[in-house]
């Protein structure tokens, strides 16, 4: 019995329960294993090659949004990115797999969708919101490169102009020294 334990009970007290661990967020790695689980949740045959087709979108957009994620931060976006790979894109697949294909893919459901079609508008929505969180990415890489652009030409003027250096005044650069001027052969003095 731990101290607290022995006084908690002396005094009548009951023990505050310890505060349940908080998870880390996942790892680079953790969202690529996600990602790879689906793809072989997909990959055989399970689903319409219309539902692997977009499937194969999201998967590939995170794929090339997960090195980048630095760059976002801890904001939103990066957490839809990181809830995608580990739980949103997960769940819709296996909701879908775990209804009988036949019934999934001809039963209407919600306001006369089947499953299929409820699963293919989930698919288009987290395929549209990934390419946009691609492209905050991207454009965020862009405009630092702009502004290094812009840096470089008010430094030294415009390459696309002929911009000078603005290094002063130098002076005229005197011509190759070639030593002594042989007469043409075949001209001889003798």
């Avoid at 002396?10 to 996600?34: F, H, I, N």
């Avoid at 470089?152 to 001027?181: H, M, R, V």
Wanted: net charge neutral; no cysteine.
């Amino acid at each position: 019995m731990a101290l607290g334990d022995f006084f908690a009970r002396l005094t009548g007290r009951k023990q505050e329960p310890e505060p349940a661990p908080v998870p880390r967020p996942p790892t680079t790695d953790d969202l690529l294993a996600s990602l790879t689980r689906v793809e072989q949740l997909v990959a055989d045959g399970a689903v319409p090659a219309v539902v692997a087709s977009r499937v194969a979108r999201v998967v590939r957009t995170v794929r090339e949004t997960i090195p980048r994620l630095g760059n976002l931060g801890g904001n939103a976006q990066a957490y839809s990115v990181m809830a995608t790979a580990t739980d949103y894109l997960p769940e819709a697949i296996g909701g879908y797999l775990r209804l009988p294909r036949q019934w999934a893919d001809t039963r209407p459901v919600d306001k006369g969708k089947t499953s299929l079609m409820i699963l293919i508008d989930q698919l288009d929505l987290l395929g549209s919101t990934m390419d946009k969180v691609f492209d905050a990415v991207n454009r965020a890489d862009a405009a630092a490169l702009i502004a290094h652009g812009r840096f470089l030409q008010e430094k030294f003027g415009t390459g696309s102009t002929g911009g000078g250096l603005a290094l002063g005044p130098t002076t005229s650069t005197p011509p190759p020294d070639t030593g002594p001027l042989a007469p043409p052969s075949g001209r001889g003095g003798t």
